[in-house]
C-alpha cells in the first residue's frame, strides 16, 4: 500500500475516532491490519481506492471492538418521570461490532481477485 493512501485512510480513521496525534501509531497499525485483511481475503496486492472507506470503517470498528478508542457509555433507555437513565452493556457492544464487521464480506467480494490453478502440461 502506497504511503500517501494509507495516511488518509489513517487521517480518516483519526478523525471518524476523534483521535488525538499522539494516537495515530494506533490507527495506524490498526489501518495496516484492516488493510491486510482486505488483500488476503481479495488475494490482491493492491488497493483500490474505493476501498479506502471500508478499510478505515474496518479498522475502525477493529478499535472499537479492542476498546483502543473510548466509545463512552452508549444510553439504553431515559425515564422522564423519577429520572431513569440505563446504560448499554459494553459486551454487547462489542458482539454487535463483531457481528458487523462480518457484513463486510458482501462489500469486498465485487474486488475479489480469482486464484486460478497453473497448467503445468502447457508447455509440453
Given at each position: 500500500?502506497?504511503?500517501?493512501?494509507?495516511?488518509?485512510?489513517?487521517?480518516?480513521?483519526?478523525?471518524?475516532?476523534?483521535?488525538?496525534?499522539?494516537?495515530?501509531?494506533?490507527?495506524?497499525?490498526?489501518?495496516?491490519?484492516?488493510?491486510?485483511?482486505?488483500?488476503?481475503?481479495?488475494?490482491?496486492?493492491?488497493?483500490?481506492?474505493?476501498?479506502?472507506?471500508?478499510?478505515?470503517?474496518?479498522?475502525?470498528?477493529?478499535?472499537?471492538?479492542?476498546?483502543?478508542?473510548?466509545?463512552?457509555?452508549?444510553?439504553?433507555?431515559?425515564?422522564?418521570?423519577?429520572?431513569?437513565?440505563?446504560?448499554?452493556?459494553?459486551?454487547?457492544?462489542?458482539?454487535?461490532?463483531?457481528?458487523?464487521?462480518?457484513?463486510?464480506e458482501t462489500s469486498l467480494n465485487h474486488y475479489k481477485k480469482m486464484r486460478l490453478p497453473k497448467d503445468n502440461h502447457a508447455g509440453s
Open positions: 500500500m502506497a504511503s500517501e493512501q494509507e495516511n488518509r485512510i489513517v487521517a480518516e480513521v483519526m478523525d471518524n475516532m476523534k483521535m488525538s496525534e499522539t494516537e495515530e501509531s494506533s490507527a495506524r497499525r490498526y489501518v495496516r491490519r484492516a488493510v491486510d485483511k482486505i488483500l488476503i481475503y481479495c488475494c490482491r496486492e493492491d488497493l483500490p481506492e474505493r476501498l479506502e472507506g471500508t478499510a478505515a470503517q474496518i479498522a475502525e470498528d477493529m478499535l472499537k471492538a479492542d476498546l483502543l478508542v473510548s466509545t463512552g457509555k452508549e444510553t439504553s433507555s431515559v425515564t422522564r418521570g423519577d429520572t431513569t437513565i440505563s446504560y448499554r452493556d459494553p459486551s454487547a457492544s462489542r458482539s454487535a461490532t463483531v457481528d458487523f464487521m462480518k457484513n463486510y
